[in-house]
């Protein structure tokens, strides 16, 4: 990856709870609980999914950055969703903590020197897992769902008659 | 540990969610310099404290979402001193830790307050500790808190007696 590319995924993991605020904008409370299909995720429940990902993510990193060549077990995000309670918590707190935890994790990531960032664990399902793949997902992660939750929002507003 | 009485659970919870306030009062006025003062080389500064609440707190909510969603559950120790050192708690801005602190507490207090009877019991086992019961860790956690604030209220007095302030009366 070079110093631009990581640059540009560093922005976008910096930018992603504006985003996801953004895609959440003007949400009223009977959309947020709708979900487009059996089995898919309603708005809130993408909005916890966010949180924990966020959190277990921020807690990897800080795993690989401190101890050699760390175990990173992988979890079953649809197992967290039922068994947590995602489709009836409030979501004020869960977006609380995509921010701090958000804004906390770029304070690391803004004082890395060039060895950490060669630095990686092993995941128990994609194999080497290095701080540069470790960004590139995050990076990604809140804007895909950010893009999930207007997909959301678009199909429910198409429902309704008029 | 002992089991705990459905009234004693309470009690522990409404300690967890008064955590970070507790916090927050110990912190209330502190002074730059105060805020970085060390009790003695290898001792924690105030700032430092709040950066490992931040982490501490946020892997303690990983480790209950484990126990209610993984049989068997395995919660890995870690060395809070490295984080310490390697994720620089010494020279980061305080206010996104103690955000993180909040939130890690106010979501998971969310879970400890539909958690069942059975839930209570689920258990896992720690790396370095042996079996580990998301009970007991409501126990270690509810006292977490105030035993770090107690921390930063005792680094504030011994600050204060030693650069001609009030003395020790925090």
Known sequence: ?162 | MTAVSENDRKGLIARYEAGYTEVVEALRGIAPAELDWRPAPAAWSAREVVHHLADSETIAGIRLRQLLTEDHAQIQGYDQDEYARRLRYADRPMEPAMQAFEAARTTTAQLFRVMTEADWQRTGTHSQSGPYSAERLLQTYAAHAHDHAAQIRRNRAAWSAGHGGRGGGA
């Open chain 1, 1 to 162: 990856v070079t110093r631009e590319e990581r640059d540009r995924l560093l922005a976008r993991y910096r930018t992603g709870y504006a985003e996801l605020t953004d895609a959440l904008g003007g949400t009223t409370p009977a959309e947020i609980d709708w979900a487009p299909g059996s089995g898919e995720w309603s708005v809130r429940q993408i909005v916890h999914h966010l949180a924990d990902a966020d959190t277990f993510a921020a807690a990897r990193l800080r795993r690989i950055l401190t101890e050699s060549d760390p175990a990173i077990p992988a979890y079953d995000e649809q197992v967290l969703a039922e068994r947590l309670a995602y489709a009836v918590r409030p979501i004020e707190p869960a977006l609380q903590v995509v921010d701090a935890v958000r804004a906390a994790t770029v304070q690391v990531l803004d004082r890395l020197g060039e060895a950490d960032w060669q630095r990686s664990g092993r995941h128990s399902e994609m194999g080497p897992y290095s701080v540069e793949r470790w960004l590139e997902f995050n990076a990604a992660h809140a804007y895909d769902h950010a893009a999930q939750i207007r997909q959301v929002r678009a199909a429910w507003a198409a429902r309704r008659p008029g």
